[in-house]
C-alpha cells in the first residue's frame, strides 16, 4: 500500500470498533476506499486487504471472527472500488445491440 493508502487504512482498522458497524467506522473504511480510487497506481488487491485485516486483529479478536469480518469488508472494498472506477471502463457501460453506448 502507498504511505496515504496505508494511512487511511491504520485509520480505519485501529478503532476498536472497526468491525461493529457504527456510521462512523463506515465513515473511515469509505475514507479508505476513496483514498484508494483517487491516488493508487497499483491499488492493494481484494486479498491483500482482506490479509492485512486478519494481520492486524487475528490475535485479538480470534480468528474465525476476524475472518469473516475480513471476507465481509475485503469484498465490499472489491465491490465499492469496482463501481468507483466504472464510470472509465468502456466494459461496464450499458450499450445496443449494435454496440453503441446507450445514454
Known sequence: MSPKVKEAFE?????????????????????????????????????????EIMRAWSERLGAEFVGEKALYFSGLYQTLYDFAKARNEARFFLTDEDGAPLI
Open 11 to 51: 485509520h480505519w482498522i485501529k478503532m476498536p470498533s472497526w468491525h461493529t458497524g457504527h456510521a462512523a467506522d463506515e465513515g473511515r473504511f469509505f475514507a479508505f476506499v476513496w483514498t484508494v480510487c483517487r491516488v493508487s497506481r497499483k491499488p492493494p488487491t481484494e486479498r491483500e486487504v482482506r490479509e
